[in-house]
């Protein structure tokens, strides 16, 4: 007995010093910290975005805040990774489908969580406008179901025009 916990206290204390070099994750910001931001040239005019942690447009876990005007709306679209959308305010409606349909969605209530799965098309909109978190592994990617709803390809059409 006495051999196993001096094999496992000199296993700790070798395995100490390795920990003492990890670097503690940052703590997320708190709502008066928050910067807010336009949103994303992927997103629809109008909406604002803040970081809570994490970096958005690099690889590994992320956390942002998204604010919606009334009557924003997101057609259907796409992620890569899963996406964990928390309602902090207002109302959002949701759907899984390839049609955006304002008759038929899911609503969420404040402090509702949904997640989105990875290649799962899905649209929201907002009522009288809504505020929500967004976790998700980074980088930030979306695709639009129909190309033509990519505010992307609107703006690059319209730089194109003489």
């Known amino acids: ?20 070099k990890t670097k503690p994750a940052a703590a997320p910001k ?9 949103a994303p040239a992927a997103l629809p005019h109008g ?9 958005p447009s690099k690889k590994g876990m992320f956390t942002i805040h998204l604010k919606a005007p009334a009557n924003y709306a997101v057609p259907p679209h796409w ?29 969420l209530a404040v402090g509702e969580s949904v997640v989105m799965k990875a290649k799962e098309h ?22 639009y179901v129909d190309p033509k709803d990519d505010p992307r390809n609107v703006a690059a059409g319209a730089k ?3």
């Not at 008066?32 to 931001?37: D, G, H, P, R, V």
């Not at 909406?47 to 970096?55: E, F, L, T």
């Not at 992620?79 to 038929?104: A, C, F, W």
């Open 30 to 38: 708190a709502p008066a910290e928050l910067k807010w931001m336009d």
């Open 160 to 162: 194109k025009k003489p």
């Open 79 to 107: 992620h890569p990774t899963d996406e964990k959308v928390t309602l902090i305010s207002g109302k959002m409606v949701y759907g899984m489908s390839d049609q955006l349909s304002r008759s038929n969605g899911q609503p």
């Open 47 to 55: 909406g604002q975005m803040a970081v809570v942690s994490g970096d």
């Open 1 to 20: 007995m006495k051999r196993w916990m001096l094999l496992a206290l000199s296993a700790a204390v070798v395995a100490s010093p390795g920990l003492a």
């Open 122 to 143: 899905h649209w929201v909109f907002t009522g009288d406008g809504a505020e929500v978190e967004l976790t998700a592994m980074g980088p930030f990617m979306i695709t």
